[in-house]
């Protein structure tokens, strides 16, 4: 009971800070879904809450409920969902995974850290599980896991606020829990990048060495393609010309942040803001390539030592 209460203790002001701080009055885009699309989640949500009204005291049904909802672009109403499945099921890591998720997505970021920090905690010390798609690949095959996904978007949240320090200490966690290609070369994309940021080059090129060039990718092809780049497999060219012009792909966002991050380190600055700007001027708002793009034109433009 002692432990039961004391992480309410910890929890519960980290739940109040959240609901009434940043989400609240934060911008929200609706996402871009395709009409066949919205059919499919409108029903997935309907069967979610439904689940719930049966089975009000079943975790699994809440966490359900939140990611459904998050997917129709409804980020505020999600973020309250997890909050409330937080404090039915306090010590359960993944209501805090996913509305750090969402606060990431509202640019939330300081409200993300205190989340995912949080559920790095609870999961401590515990034996990870994989965390089935909510939008499953063309395998129906999950490529992450509850503890891989707290490190990976704790180290996004840190990265995206500037401070590479932790962002570093959160990929290497992400690293060491990725147990299958896709999730390793998201982690080692993120990692290698973060390293670059505080002028570890030797360290940032030694970090993707090991990754092989026949891996097994499934939906992380973008990012196996930017581990390829730093390998020096791939020209940085090729890649730009292969995202083709469409600036509403999610191709443009995630592979498009991270030529523009190249090229700002290679000291084509100028080239690589073009492409943040690019990346902007799509529809991805909630992706991470698109919110990192964002956050790369609101520093100071700084120019980048070439290799």
């Known amino acids: 009971m002692r432990i039961v209460f004391l992480l309410v203790l910890v929890i519960a002001p980290i739940l109040s800070a959240a609901a009434q701080g940043c989400s609240e ?41 939140g990611r459904r909802t998050a997917y129709l672009g409804r980020y505020r109403e999600a973020i309250g969902i997890f909050t409330r499945g937080a404090e039915m099921f306090p010590k359960d890591a993944r209501f805090l995974r996913h509305r750090g998720h969402r606060l990431i997505t509202l640019r939330c970021f300081d409200d993300a850290v205190r989340d995912l920090e949080s559920a790095a905690k609870l999961v401590k010390g515990k034996p990870d599980e994989i965390e089935p798609d909510g939008l499953p690949n063309a395998r129906n095959t999950p490529t992450s896991t509850l503890q891989s996904n707290i490190f990976y978007h704790l180290g996004l949240a840190f990265y995206l606020k500037g401070d590479f320090k932790r962002a570093l200490k959160a990929y290497r966690k992400c690293v060491a829990v990725s147990t299958n290609p896709d999730m390793l070369v998201a982690a080692k994309h993120w990692e290698y ?104 034109l609101a520093r100071p433009v700084t120019k980048s030592k070439r290799r």
């Open 193 to 296: 990048m973060t390293l670059r940021r505080i002028g570890r080059v030797r360290e940032a090129e030694r970090s993707v060495v090991g990754i092989g060039d026949a891996l097994d990718i499934i939906e992380n092809d973008d990012y196996y393609k930017m581990v390829k780049l730093y390998q020096g497999k791939i020209p940085a060219d090729e890649l730009a010309r292969s995202m083709g012009a469409d600036a509403d792909s999610l191709g443009i966002a995630s592979l498009g942040y991270g030529l523009g991050n190249w090229y700002h380190y290679i000291g084509e600055t100028e080239k690589g803001i073009r492409i943040f700007r690019m990346v902007i001027a799509g529809n991805q708002w909630a992706s991470f390539g698109y919110i990192a793009s964002e956050a790369e």
């Open 25 to 65: 009055t934060a911008k929200i885009v609706p996402p871009a879904i395709t009409e066949a699309a919205r059919k499919v989640y409108e029903a997935k949500l309907e069967e979610a809450e439904a689940e719930v009204a049966r089975n009000p005291k079943n975790a699994d049904a809440h966490v359900w409920l």
